[in-house]
Structures are given as structure tokens and as C-alpha cells.
């Protein structure tokens, strides 16, 4: 019986149901029988056939912040601003799970100096229960994270049980429930100049993959910029995108660029976040990420220095699909710098994405020995396992990730 409502998911919307475990969807299951008074197996299928909405609720965990992956934010408004048309930026979020993402691009664009009327945001997520806490906008600790929340102070404003975006931010992202793959999708005829795509085709199979990478395509302009997870960054090409070859960001164009040349990135150390209104003839400042324990007020070791810039070169050509080469950048960094949780990370990553799960898994563990709580690596060792039929290891690795949530706030 649950092998027919996974193929069913499957069906509805592309959810391979060995990417979060078959326990996951069984005990989901069992959990919206009870709550239907459904005992009967079949009943409760032909009670989906109404409407598989309350079950896609019970399955699809929300797992995202503001400002997840900055650089991301940094190349879109940037790319926003090179290209930008006549008629208002669209810029879609999919999925955009909780909201967190939609309201990031929001504050982006205005830090980059566009004004309200200049751009516009569309949230897309296959949960009505996601939609619905976007919507509400209320967030608590588990929506920041890093040490980079300058933000907080001029876009978000006390609410209760935690802080809402002010209404100039939520005022410019519309929320919808809807299926990449849905007869009707909500996108109607809309092209989109941006979307973000991230750490959704991690779920899908191969098909699906190339299924859902051809509905993106057809939903970019001409020069549209489409910015995937890091798992997902050798997919795009194998479809003729273009990588945007900017560090960190896992973006890539439909067609050819107008020249945007990336910032060379030096020493590790963090970039203030600009204030809400930027003089638009004034170049953004890429978010660098930091590694290791920096003194404060200081500036870093040149050999920390250059351990950044490797790490950052190893995810520029994994981000460009080059995924040996990045495997071999990634072992050298290895020789010259020493062990740390960021570059097994990485190395798991392109290794992943080449197909060597054996060695991804391990990269992965070691990872998560000299950083116990790395949610990335949790996240992607979980599902790397359940693709491989270890649902007990993938559903520790959940457990684990569960209370590393609870333990910071969530």
C-alpha cells in the first residue's frame, strides 16, 4: 500500500521517495490516517485521489534561513542590475518552503539599490503549509543563522512569537502553492529574469531531473539567470545552461553573458552587509565566507588567506560542472592546508555530484567528526544514505539533524 502512495508522490509532485526514506513517508502515512480516522489502507488512497495536498504537507520538512548561500544573493542582484528590462524585474522562488528565501531576494534587491517598483517576486512551494507560514511571516532563531545579521536590525521589526519583515519587504513577494509539474501550474504564461532553484532536483531521479530542468529552461528569458543548490551543479549544463563562473553561487545563464566580471577574493574576511539604499552606479561587495577563528578587529594570516581562496576555487569549478577538476583542486587543498569540516564538505559534494557515493559518504563522516553539528553535511549524508537503502542511518542522521535544530532555536 505505501508503495502506491510513494508512486503517487512520485507522480504529483517528483518526490523520489528514497531521497528522505521510505520510514519517512510510512510513518507520514500512518500519522494522516489517524488524523482522517481512516483505518482501511485503500480507503485512505482513494481518499488522497481528492486531494494529496494534507499528505505533501506531512512529508515535505522545511529546512532553510535568510540569506542560506549569500553569494547567491550577491550575483542576483547583480545580475538584475546588468540586465536590467523595461518593465520590472520577475523573480521566482521555487520551492520557496517557508518564505525565508523569497524575503532574502526582496532585501537583496533593495540593498542594491532597486526601488519597490523595479522588481517583483513570486514564491512557489508544493506545501499549502509552508505557503501558509510565509505568508504569516513570523520567524524565530532557527531562520538566522550565521554571524552575518546586520540585516535583522533594518528589515525586521518585533511581532509575536518572533520577528516579522517590515511590510515594504513583504509587500514585494506574492506566495502560491504550486507543482513544477502540475497540469496548472501557477506560473500561468509568466517568464522570469531570476530563479532560484535550490535543493529541489536533489529529490527527484535522473528523469525527473532532466524533466523539471526543461520546465525551468522554458520558464527563463532569453539572458535569465537560474541559481541551483551545490549538490545540483552539474545538471544545468548537461542542458545547455552556462556557468555565470561566479565563486560560490552556483549560477548559471540560458544564454550568453553580458561580461560581469566577479570580484577577485582575497583574504577571508566577512563584508559588512551595504545599507538599504546603495548608490546603483556603486559595485556590490561579493559576502565572503570565513574560516577558522579570526582574531578580532584583525586581519588574517596570509596562510589563512590563501586556505580561503582554495576552498573558494574548489566551489567556483564545482560550481562551473567541472567536477574532477574540482575533486583534484579539493585533494590538493587537502595536502597544503590540513583536514577541516569545509573541505571534506566540499569534497563530498563533487564527489556526490560525480557519482562516487562510496566516497562521498566518507568525505562527508569526516566532516562530521571535526564538526559534529554541520547541518549541510548532516542534510546531504542523510540523503546520499537513503539513496543507497540505508533508511536507518538516514534516519539517525534526521534524528541528529533534529536536535542540532531544536538545540539552536528552531
Not at 16 to 40: H, K
Request: with cysteine; glycine share 8%.
Amino acid at each position: 500500500m505505501t508503495g502506491a502512495i510513494e508512486k503517487l508522490l512520485t507522480e504529483t509532485i517528483g518526490l523520489d521517495s528514497a531521497s528522505v526514506g521510505p520510514t519517512v513517508v510510512r510513518q507520514a502515512v500512518r500519522e494522516r490516517m489517524e488524523a482522517c480516522r481512516i483505518t482501511n489502507p485503500q480507503a485512505y488512497r482513494q481518499h488522497l485521489a481528492g486531494s494529496s495536498q494534507e499528505l505533501i504537507n506531512a512529508v515535505v520538512i522545511p529546512e532553510t534561513w535568510f540569506f542560506r548561500d549569500r553569494e547567491a544573493f550577491t550575483m542576483l542582484a547583480r545580475h538584475a542590475r546588468a540586465h536590467k528590462p523595461a518593465q520590472p524585474i520577475r523573480i521566482l522562488s521555487l520551492p520557496c518552503s517557508t518564505g525565508e528565501e523569497a524575503y532574502s531576494v526582496a532585501m537583496a534587491m533593495f540593498d542594491a539599490g532597486f526601488e519597490a517598483h523595479e522588481f517583483k517576486i513570486d514564491g512557489v512551494d508544493v506545501s499549502s503549509r509552508n505557503i501558509a507560514t510565509a505568508e504569516h511571516a513570523i520567524y524565530g532563531r532557527n531562520s538566522f543563522r550565521g554571524s552575518h545579521l546586520e540585516f535583522k536590525d533594518r528589515y525586521f521589526e518585533a511581532a509575536e512569537g518572533g520577528l516579522r519583515p517590515v511590510a515594504g519587504v513583504l509587500k514585494q513577494v506574492r506566495f502560491m502553492v504550486g507543482n513544477l509539474f502540475g497540469s496548472h501550474a501557477p506560473f500561468g504564461q509568466e517568464v522570469y529574469d531570476i530563479l532560484l532553484c535550490r535543493n529541489l532536483l536533489i529529490y527527484f531521479n535522473r528523469e525527473l531531473q532532466d524533466r523539471a530542468l526543461i520546465c525551468l529552461k522554458d520558464l527563463l528569458a532569453k539572458d535569465g539567470l537560474l541559481l541551483v543548490g551545490p549538490a545540483e551543479a552539474a545538471l544545468p549544463r548537461v542542458h545547455g545552461f552556462l556557468s555565470a563562473e561566479w565563486p560560490l553561487a552556483f549560477a548559471f545563464l540560458k544564454s550568453e553573458p553580458v561580461k560581469t566580471t566577479a570580484p577577485k577574493v582575497s583574504a577571508a574576511v566577512p563584508v559588512r552587509t551595504p545599507s538599504p539604499k546603495v548608490n546603483k552606479s556603486e559595485p556590490l561587495r561579493p559576502f565572503r565566507p570565513t574560516i577558522g577563528n579570526e582574531g578580532r578587529g584583525q586581519a588574517p594570516a596570509k596562510p589563512l588567506a590563501r586556505a580561503s581562496e582554495s576552498l573558494i576555487a574548489v566551489e567556483r569549478i564545482a560550481n562551473a560542472g567541472r567536477v574532477k577538476e574540482a575533486q583534484e583542486v579539493a585533494l590538493a587543498h587537502l595536502r597544503e592546508f590540513g583536514p577541516s569540516a569545509e573541505i571534506f564538505y566540499l569534497l563530498g559534494l563533487v564527489q556526490d555530484a560525480d557519482g562516487s557515493a562510496p566516497e562521498a559518504a566518507q568525505s562527508y563522516r569526516k566532516a562530521l567528526y571535526l564538526a559534529p553539528n554541520h547541518r549541510e553535511a548532516l542534510v546531504h549524508l542523510a540523503l546520499l544514505l537513503s539513496k543507497q537503502g540505508d533508511h536507518n542511518g538516514a534516519e539517525a542522521l534526521a534524528g541528529r539533524l533534529g536536535r542540532v535544530q531544536k538545540r539552536s532555536g528552531s
